[in-house]
């Protein structure tokens, strides 16, 4: 059984890192996906691939593949430099703006 251990990366349409903190352990897919000839749905008899497990760091996800005899790859997340200006959102609306309006 193979697993892998990321770091979620945040949404695309937030620029927040709310549940980018945790690691989580997902199984990868023992069997290929099957198209339901009547209704059109895909399904699997794969159960393991509805499992998501979190942990709050990755040594602890890395102890519990190898306690529970799973081989597991670790993706390592690309962090990003924060993007902070100095006058921050209030810049924009500032009445001392030497620069044109871009907006």
Do not use: C
Request: proline share 6%.
């Amino acid at each position: 059984m193979q697993a892998r251990i990321y770091q979620p990366a945040r949404t695309a349409m937030s620029s927040g890192q709310a549940k980018t903190h945790h690691w989580v352990l997902e199984y990868a897919p023992a069997a290929p996906r099957e198209l339901d000839p009547l209704m059109g749905w895909t399904g699997s008899a794969d159960t393991q691939a509805q499992i998501k497990l979190t942990f709050a760091t990755k040594e602890a996800a890395l102890a519990y593949a190898k306690e529970h005899g799973i081989e597991a790859i670790v993706t390592e997340p690309k962090k990003r430099k924060a993007n902070i200006r100095p006058g921050g959102y209030g810049d924009n609306f500032a009445t001392n703006r030497r620069r044109a309006w871009t907006h």
